[in-house]
């Protein structure tokens, strides 16, 4: 996890950053709720509403402020998680993924294991499930990194 200035003390009232999250899914709903529940397990977040826009995110991001974890949904417009969860994984091979569908297939789990996601979360996700997701995935990104 890179250095962040926004880590600060926590018995100051301040947040204590635990990592930054990439969140892309085109239901806004989801992003607002997946957000508010990261920024309370103390994350930082950002947000994209497709694929396109998730690589304009995190190619247009700073180097002390490039995403730990990504959570990215399968099906958006433009382009979803199928098309541009292989640019991820070649472009940027320590961030973990999180796929999060409302239209979970085995045949299409097995393919993004293979791709190397390292976890696949069902629509409606518990925050407690996800939060959890993520921590894992953030030691798996520093065992990566």
């Known amino acids: 996890m890179g250095s962040y200035s926004l880590a600060m003390n926590v018995r100051e009232g301040k947040r204590m ?8 899914d085109d ?3 989801v992003r607002k709720t997946v957000h ?16 396109v826009q998730a690589i304009d ?10 995403v730990d974890v990504i959570i990215c949904d399968l099906e958006m ?8 969860i292989p640019f991820f994984r070649s472009q940027f091979p320590t961030i973990p993924i999180i796929v999060m569908t ?18 696949y979360l069902i629509k409606p996700v518990e925050l407690g499930t996800l939060l959890e997701a993520v921590r894992r995935a ?5 065992m990566l990194g």
């Open 17 to 24: 950053i635990q990592g930054r999250v990439l969140i892309v």
């Open 27 to 29: 239901d806004a709903h």
């Open 36 to 51: 508010i529940a990261l920024l309370q397990g103390g994350y930082d977040v950002c947000e994209a509403e497709d694929g």
């Open 57 to 66: 995110t995190i190619q247009h991001t700073s180097a002390d402020k490039i």
């Open 77 to 84: 417009p433009k382009m979803g998680g199928k098309e541009v």
């Open 102 to 119: 409302g239209f979970p297939d085995v045949q299409s789990a097995t393919a993004l294991f293979k791709q190397g996601v390292v976890d």
């Open 138 to 142: 953030m030691g798996e990104q520093a």
